[in-house]
């Protein structure tokens, strides 16, 4: 087996272009779309046009964090649109708001449940003044008691999450480096453990049993290798961010790259699959562009899951190992989780591993690839 990793080690010297390529192209997507959203600690900006009546709730929106809501007049906000400036604008009214999407992009969603609880919150109120003016009651009271209230806590909630204690939270920027770092690794462990397709069609495996070393060595060898190269990728690109871009994980970012490694193992067994349902390279470069595309985007790589509402694409998900890599990512930088909470993703993408390792070398085996 070490023999083997060697070979693969001088190989990777002579030849790193794969490797650097995927590498660079993650850092560089990242890179590129997370500036896009960090601009002095302010929120992403979105042009707001405000009708006549609907003050109040644009004084509400500027108030908030999660975006820079800034009022321009009706022209300025679809020339902005049209030249792609922002994606997202939105129109208040005295009695409704309308979303003026220029490009596609998961903010949208976003944006509309913000204006919307802005609106929702001023409705309430404006149903609990009116109450309490036809009971006699003085309406600033009582609406202020209706806000300590909401503050405090009318209710006990219990909101669950994979970890079953917190609510939904974004951070685009964690979201965007870890997405992308996940989906680009697919690639590299994936061209890894196809050599073993290449090598045993040019019959190089035949000889090598004819040697001392054991097939279950020839194939932890290059699956053990394939999986440093992928892991190798993650590392660099979270230190990459981390030192120079600033970008802290929540001071959690050891933790993260080794809870990380049973995506990476389970990315390796999903190629072992893979490799064994194929015939050839060719065919194996066009599934895995499609597959690695696929999961990429019903994972969550491209934009958070919490914003899909489709139950089909949810439910391919909980089949996805980019969901659970995210999962790792997000919950330990994102909600400060710990090892023990992040328990749940980490033994899915386990059981994922063992699953797709065992039934991919039965398949190669048995079809004598």
């Not at 650097?20 to 302010?42: C, D, K, P, R, Y």
């Amino acid at each position: 087996m070490k023999g083997i990793l060697l070979a693969r080690v001088r190989e990777f010297i002579r030849n790193p272009f794969i490797f650097l390529l995927f590498t660079g192209m993650s850092i560089l997507f990242a890179w590129v779309v997370s500036s896009m959203n960090v601009g002095g600690g302010e929120g992403l900006p979105v042009p707001v046009y405000v009708e006549e009546g609907a003050g109040a709730y644009q004084s509400s929106l500027e108030e908030l964090e999660a975006f820079q809501f800034y009022t321009v007049d009706k022209e300025t906000l679809e020339e902005e649109l049209k030249e792609g400036k922002v994606d997202t604008g939105v129109i208040l009214s005295e009695d409704h708001f309308n979303i003026l999407i220029g490009v596609e992009s998961p903010n949208a969603g976003l944006i509309q449940q913000t204006v919307e609880e802005v609106y929702t919150a001023a409705i309430q109120e404006t149903f609990i003044r009116e109450a309490a003016m036809d009971e006699g009651m003085a309406p600033e009271s009582i609406v202020s008691s209706y806000h300590e209230s909401v503050t405090e806590g009318t209710f006990d909630l219990s909101i669950h999450s994979f970890s079953g204690e917190e609510g939904w939270k974004y951070d685009g920027n964690v979201h965007r480096v870890g997405g992308f770092a996940l989906f680009f690794s697919i690639y590299t462990i994936a061209y890894g453990v196809v050599k073993i397709l290449t090598e045993k069609r040019m019959g190089v495996w035949d000889r090598m049993i004819l040697s001392p070393v054991k097939k279950s060595e020839m194939y932890a060898g290059n699956l053990l290798y394939s999986f440093i190269e992928g892991y190798l990728q993650i590392v660099i690109i979270f230190l990459v961010f981390y030192f120079w871009r600033g970008l802290t994980f929540n001071d959690r970012i050891i933790d993260i790259l080794i809870m990380l490694i049973p995506y990476a193992l389970a990315i390796v067994a999903m190629s072992i699959l893979i490799t064994a349902l194929v015939k050839n390279v060719e065919q194996f470069n066009a599934v895995i562009s499609i597959i690695a595309v696929s999961l990429a985007m019903i994972g969550g790589a491209f934009w958070p899951l919490e914003i899909v509402s489709n139950p089909v694409l949810l439910f391919l998900a909980k089949l996805n190992p980019v969901k659970y890599g995210l999962d790792i990512v997000q919950g330990a930088a994102v909600y400060g989780y710990s090892f023990t909470d992040l328990l749940q993703p980490i033994s899915i993408l386990t059981l994922m591993t063992v699953l797709f390792t065992g039934i991919g070398i039965h398949l190669m085996e048995r079809r004598h690839i």
